[in-house]
């Protein structure tokens, strides 16, 4: 494993993140494809045992059944002050007024709810899950500089929307002395690179760290493009992610793939890792092997021919992966 600087702060990171949606109590989420707890345990202390330090949740996934698995694992397996700890808010919760967004009154409920089901007392990474419409960010941003300065949050973050909404709240933060943002959770892939046009530049030039979701596209980059999982038979999201005119970027990582004698996921996780501004994607992992691919990417050095030849075929999206 390697390690680096979360953008410009001094928090080290591992390049590689694990994505905490993969198990829960299928009940209280909606996913019935996910892991139940001794799975998701075994997971997380391999992850561990990789040298994965970072390990991203959010309030949503599947009821808040994510964070419970989740926080019960890390703290039988690693001591607190070794791994870096995120979780989301935005999305609802429960029913009623304050049960879902990113107002004051939201914010200041979900963080205590999520620190308790974490089994901690703070979270190293606090991220704003996407855009409140309804909110001021003004209102957002100092509630969140709140959550830090009461020591519940050490950095803030955010996660998928357009570049101007993200300079404006940085902007704001700025205007009233509060906590910027200090990494981005955005949809960025083989087959999705609508954010290289501003988002990308935007987090390069302010210094903010890049964590992908979806680095291997719902995993539409690591097999035969007509193949289908138990996931992608229920994922009505996913499915408006991509398109048929994708299949011609997922047979040429196929062909890299096959040439290098390693799976397609080593490929498409290499060739992320080696885009400027990325830090640490974030992966997802149901079965031992994908987090011994997504390990093992890390060491995978793509030629400038190859990775010319991965990126050639890409043809522009509309903007996708924001609601």
Request: with cysteine.
């Amino acid at each position: 494993m390697r390690y680096t600087n979360l953008g410009s702060t001094g928090l080290e990171v591992s390049v590689l993140t694990l994505g905490c949606m993969s198990w829960g109590d299928p009940a209280r989420g909606g996913h019935p494809w996910v892991l139940d707890e001794d799975a998701g345990r075994s997971v997380i202390k391999d992850a561990l045992e990789a040298g994965v330090t970072v390990f991203d949740t959010a309030n949503v996934y599947s009821g808040g059944s994510s964070e419970e698995i989740t926080g019960r694992a890390l703290n039988d397996f690693a001591r607190r002050e070794d791994v870096v700890l995120a979780t989301k808010v935005h999305g609802r919760m429960r029913p009623g007024p304050n049960g879902a967004g990113l107002s004051r009154a939201a914010i200041m409920t979900e963080i205590d709810h999520s620190l308790r089901r974490l089994g901690t007392d703070y979270v190293d990474l606090y991220q704003i899950h996407r855009w409140d419409p309804h909110t001021p960010i003004e209102e957002t941003m100092e509630a969140l500089h709140d959550v830090v300065k009461a020591g519940k949050a050490r950095y803030i973050g955010a996660s998928s929307m357009y570049a101007w909404q993200f300079a404006k709240a940085q902007h704001a933060a700025d205007l009233g002395g509060w906590t910027r943002f200090v990494s981005m959770q955005n949809h960025y892939n083989l087959i999705y690179r609508e954010e290289e046009r501003e988002m990308l530049p935007l987090c390069e030039d302010m210094g903010v760290g890049v964590l992908p979701w979806s680095p291997l596209a719902r995993g539409r980059l690591t097999r035969e493009w007509d193949a289908t999982t138990a996931r992608t038979e229920t994922d009505e999201f996913g499915s408006s992610l991509y398109r048929d005119e994708d299949r011609a970027i997922v047979e040429t990582v196929g062909r890299v793939a096959e040439r290098r004698e390693v799976p397609r996921a080593q490929v498409a996780l290499a060739w992320l890792m080696a885009q400027p501004g990325v830090t640490s994607p974030i992966v997802g992992v149901t079965k031992p092997h994908h987090l011994h691919d997504a390990v093992a990417a890390v060491d995978l050095e793509l030629s400038d021919e190859e990775l010319e030849e991965l990126g050639a075929g890409y043809l522009p999206h509309a903007v996708a992966g924001h609601r």
